[in-house]
């Protein structure tokens, strides 16, 4: 019997940090939640981070996740901007690491790949793979979708990030 895992995906942001719920038997996924974080812009940077973490926290108490999975962002132009993305970052990281949760990081080309196909892929081409791939998602931002298809991306190499972790070395 194959085992089931409860996986939650996350795409980091200040204004809008998506997330995902998938479970994953094997190679099949069923979708169970995903939605967006949104912080208040009229807050300070320190309370907008509040915002996400405590928000996190709630997520992982009903969805009790077993394991998180992050994307990597881009780096911004506007350098205050990227540090601003950079801390919140750093909350979406440190929620389920501190709840516990191992965490996985993937860069954005790796989950297109996982998800359609090709590291080039836009961002409808993602949300229309998610969508095919998870039957009921509601993906009412594409930080949500964006979270899906972390989560996915994760289903798919976690058994080999395992193998690594256990000292299994491909010959």
Do not use: F
């Not at 807050?43 to 394991?67: G, T, V, Y």
């Not at 709840?99 to 590291?119: D, F, I, N, P, S």
Request: aromatic share 2%.
């Amino acid at each position: 019997m194959m085992q089931t895992v409860r996986l939650l995906g996350l795409d980091p942001g200040l204004q809008h940090t998506g997330w995902g719920v998938v479970e994953s038997s094997g190679n099949r996924l069923r979708h169970i939640a995903d939605g967006v974080i949104s912080t208040t812009t009229e807050l300070s940077l320190a309370e907008r981070l509040c915002q996400i973490h405590r928000a996190l926290n709630a997520l992982m108490d009903i969805w009790k996740p077993e394991e998180a999975a992050v994307e990597h962002t881009y780096v911004n132009k506007n350098p205050g901007a990227a540090l601003k993305l950079g801390q919140a970052r750093g909350v979406v990281l440190l929620a389920p690491a501190l709840a516990g949760l191992a965490v996985a990081e993937y860069q954005a080309m790796e989950v297109k790949r996982a998800v359609v196909g090709t590291g080039h892929a836009d961002k409808v081409q993602v949300a229309d793979m998610v969508r095919r791939l998870l039957p009921g998602a509601t993906l009412k931002r594409a930080d949500a979708s964006d979270a899906l298809a972390v989560a996915i991306c994760h289903a798919h190499h976690r058994g080999s990030r395992l193998a690594l972790a256990r000292g299994y070395v491909p010959a």
